[in-house]
């Protein structure tokens, strides 16, 4: 007799047995339904913190949704969570990071691209490129006005990249919900170079999981970002992931060029134009082919200048008085330094230009005013979100991610969100080995000499097919424009044909450019050409592919022995 002659039928179970049966059966999870997570875990964003090992799971909240780009419905899956990085000397997981990834249905993973997004600081989340650039929703703001408080929106972001890429939203450490594992600390991963690593850790970890190996890879970093992006993109390399693109938005490539005046002076002058205070006659209408102009000033006539200060030549100071709208007088007594700042930290050019008004503008964009009479010209514009620009969408992002993150993707969480971690700045490592093996991070006095346009010209030279745009705005004061030009420039890139994988684009926008709408617009169509520049070329596809396959055998083999 076997014995499932002695199992009973439906016809014959009780409705007691039959509701045990059910409880004991596996649940199936049914296809397209959402699944909401709440998490219990306790993530601390201070140097010291970290969460226990029996706490290192991989639980996600996943949704289902649809948005309409170009046209065309598209049906897409968020998930919400956390991925675990392993040690790659151990294998020991070291870190639990929170991510969200928007992956668009029913795709084939070699025909369909993923992109990783995060911002910079360091220290900060990604929640900011997250819900104000190219996923599939994003928030209304009123900029380069002040939005107003709540109630606030989002829509449908008919801008987004879900129709040429899957997304994912990279936390670092310490940021968001991301935490190290015990016994690692939050501070073991606050560095240049021990971020990169960290960051890389999670893409592999990502490729693995989601079968994503052989998809098409690209990075999006926004201001601190693209300093990470070039070491990452290297170290991707070295660990034989190739990307097929790179996006570097408001950069900062070289710490010693921070506060150039030579670099600062056209968006200056940029600000000067768009707040109708140049003394140039008559008004310029195109602002690209002035900045132009007021380019070529600035690295002949202007870089002269501040060599010979104190000497000076009246003709230049009143050139320089034309183009950014600030008296002869008040230039002296900056010693023509249009990037200086006060002893408090206030730039001089963006407190001084409205002045009269009462009035400071927007370090981060420069269209942003804000009230600078009374108290308010005395408060400390380092900390929290006390900048003109950050002011006017700080209350938007704070509102709409929780509403967004709890409702729309149903992922809710005891601890606090860490947009900003103020002490994963104060405690960053800035030392940084080069591919050569130079320190490129902090000088022997230990000041701060962050270069890394040389890690992205090593990566370019050995990956020949590897695109990069730049995007910066032209009214952000705190990356300016053209000292990114003038960093990519001089960056150590020899080799004319690999240089043509190189552009630089520039929108009437600031440090954020998505918040613009019109650049938005305009810098989705930028990254779509670059996009299709980088998955169509069948040979360089083809290399791409050979690598990384090299690079699976050589894992297998390891594995095997």
């Not at 002296?332 to 930290?345: C, E, F, N, Q, V």
């Not at 995007?471 to 952000?476: E, K, L, Q």
């Amino acid at each position: 007799m076997n014995s499932d002659s002695v199992a009973a039928s439906p016809a014959d179970e009780t409705p007691e047995l039959a509701a045990k049966a059910a409880r004991k059966a596996p649940k199936k999870k049914a296809a397209g339904r959402d699944q909401p997570y709440f998490d219990p875990v306790a993530y601390g964003n201070g140097p010291d913190d970290s969460v226990e090992a029996t706490e290192a799971d991989e639980n996600a909240a996943v949704t289902h949704h649809s948005v309409t780009v170009g046209g065309a419905k598209i049906a897409y899956t968020a998930t919400v969570g956390h991925l675990v990085t392993v040690d790659p000397s151990s294998s020991k997981p070291d870190a639990k990071m929170f991510y969200v990834a928007f992956t668009k249905d029913n795709q084939k993973a070699e025909q369909r691209a993923v992109t990783f997004f995060y911002n910079g600081g360091p220290g900060s989340s990604s929640v900011f490129v997250l819900l104000g650039s190219f996923a599939p929703r994003r928030i209304k703001t009123s900029m380069p006005s002040f939005t107003p408080p709540a109630p606030y929106q989002m829509e449908d972001n008919p801008d987004s990249l879900i129709d040429k890429s899957d997304l994912v939203f990279i936390n670092p450490v310490g940021t968001g919900y991301s935490a190290a594992i015990a016994p690692n600390k939050n501070r073991d991963f606050w560095g240049v170079d021990q971020d990169a690593d960290s960051i890389k850790q999670f893409i592999k970890r990502y490729l693995t999981k989601n079968n994503r190996w052989n998809s098409p890879k690209f990075l999006f970093g926004e201001s601190y970002g693209t300093a990470r992006s070039c070491v990452l993109a290297y170290r991707l390399h070295e660990d034989g992931v190739d990307l097929n693109g790179v996006t570097l938005q408001s950069s900062i490539l070289d710490y010693r060029q921070a506060g150039n005046p030579v670099g600062a002076l056209p968006t200056a002058a940029a600000d000067a134009w768009y707040h109708k205070k140049l003394d140039v006659h008559p008004r310029p209408t195109n602002l690209e082919a002035f900045a132009e102009e007021v380019a070529e000033f600035a690295r002949t006539d202007y870089l002269n200048a501040l060599r010979k200060f104190p000497q000076t030549d009246d003709d230049v100071v009143q050139k320089l008085s034309e183009y950014t709208g600030i008296e002869k007088a008040t230039l002296l007594a900056w010693s023509l330094d249009i990037a200086a700042y006060d002893s408090r930290g206030n730039s001089l050019f963006l407190t001084t230009l409205l002045k009269s008004k009462g009035q400071a503008l927007g370090s981060y964009d420069g269209r942003v005013i804000g009230v600078s009479s009374g108290i308010a010209g005395k408060i400390d514009p380092n900390s929290g979100g006390n900048d003109p620009t950050m002011t006017a969408v700080s209350g938007v992002y704070t509102s709409m991610w929780n509403s967004y993150l709890n409702e729309q993707l149903k992922f809710t969480s005891t601890s606090s969100f860490t947009d900003l971690n103020d002490q994963a700045f104060l405690n960053w490592d800035f030392k940084h080995t080069d591919p050569t093996g130079a320190q490129k991070g902090v000088d022997s006095k230990g000041n701060i000499i962050l270069y890394t346009a040389g890690d992205l010209a090593a990566v370019m030279a050995l990956n020949v097919d590897l695109k990069v745009l730049a995007a910066n705005g032209m009214y952000d004061f705190v990356t300016p424009f053209y000292q990114t030009v003038l960093d990519l420039q001089q960056m150590p890139l020899i080799d004319k044909t690999v240089r043509q994988n190189l552009s630089a684009t520039f929108y009437p926008s600031g440090h954020m450019v998505y918040l613009d709408g019109g650049s938005r617009t305009q810098l989705k169509k930028d990254l779509a050409t670059m996009y299709e520049a980088a998955t169509t070329n069948a040979v360089a596809m083809n290399r791409i592919i050979a690598l990384q396959d090299m690079t699976a055998a050589k894992m297998n083999e390891a594995v095997k022995r």
